[in-house]
């Protein structure tokens, strides 16, 4: 049987700090992560270490090879607003 692919998730908090969480049908609770008090992006070793510890290891294939960056404006239709920043990377759970 063929492991599950969900989607982490990376996002800037708003309030100087970034959550990471997994998307699962199955779990009543997303697991997740949040750096407090972390305004750079946390670095590519820092969000490993998070996944893994939560249970995730990246996806093979094209989709859990590199993290796809988005950003909107914070503001709908207000392009002067603050950006925010947003990551995904397809992600399966650890067996172990």
Do not use: K
């Not at 990471?20 to 070793?45: E, I, K, N, R």
């Not at 090879?65 to 503001?75: L, M, V």
Request: aromatic residues 10%; hydrophobic residues 40%.
């Amino acid at each position: 049987m063929e492991p599950r692919t969900y989607t982490a998730n990376v996002y800037d908090n708003g309030i100087g700090g970034w959550r990471l969480y997994v998307t699962s049908m199955t779990a009543g609770t997303w697991p997740s992560h949040t750096w407090s008090s972390h305004p750079a992006v946390p670095t590519l070793a820092e969000r490993l270490t998070v996944l893994a510890a939560l249970g995730f290891a990246p996806a093979p294939g094209p989709d859990g090879a590199e993290w796809r960056w988005s950003e909107y404006c914070e503001e709908i239709d207000a392009p002067s607003s603050p950006a925010v920043l947003t990551a995904s990377l397809a992600v399966q759970e650890v067996t172990r």
